[in-house]
């Protein structure tokens, strides 16, 4: 049986097969499991630190106190939102088309009942932010990054309260 050309044209490279290098004895290399530390045992459940049940813990945080500005925030930023909806409903409707043709009356003048909704409760959402990143400011002696946000959000809260008492 003669070989293949396949066979042929292999053996034609001077007995390198498909680029492997040359042929011959390789070095054997034996396996080495790595050095092992003895087994210690696991800690008992008393040796563990008992930790909250929140993100990755930093020294020197309180996470109480970030937890309660970041609530803070987000329930007056709700109050905000709350005050564009009431500002919304108070201003005055818009005569259309099918107002005309079926003669509904429409109101002309801003309902200063929402409108003075609309001020304290913008009144509420700066007093409480505020008072929160006071006392925390007073309790530990120095401004944090949520003590900082809290006086920005009072700080918006205040402009849409004293735009709200200048314009109506």
Avoid: C
């Avoid at 905000?80 to 003669?103: C, D, H, N, Y």
């Avoid at 925390?136 to 205040?158: C, E, P, Q, R, Y």
């Amino acid at each position: 049986m003669s070989p293949s050309p396949r066979e042929t044209r292999h053996s034609s490279q001077g007995g390198a097969s498909r680029g492997k290098g040359p042929q011959g004895p390789q070095p054997q290399i034996r396996y080495q499991p790595p050095e092992v530390e003895p087994h210690t045992p696991p800690p008992s459940a008393s040796d563990a630190p008992v930790r909250p049940l929140r993100g990755p813990l930093k020294p020197g945080r309180d996470y109480d106190k970030v937890s309660l500005s970041t609530w803070i925030n987000g329930i007056t930023w709700l109050l905000l939102i709350l005050v564009l909806g009431l500002i919304e409903s108070a201003s005055p409707q818009v005569e259309t088309f099918f107002s005309r043709i079926f003669k509904v009356s429409v109101r002309k003048e801003w309902d200063m009942g929402f409108i003075q909704y609309a001020i304290a409760l913008a009144l509420l959402a700066f007093a409480v932010p505020f008072a929160s990143a006071v006392h925390n400011i007073l309790k530990t002696g120095k401004v944090s990054t949520s003590d900082a946000v809290s006086l920005g959000t009072s700080l918006v809260s205040l402009i849409a309260a004293s735009v709200l008492l200048f314009s109506f």
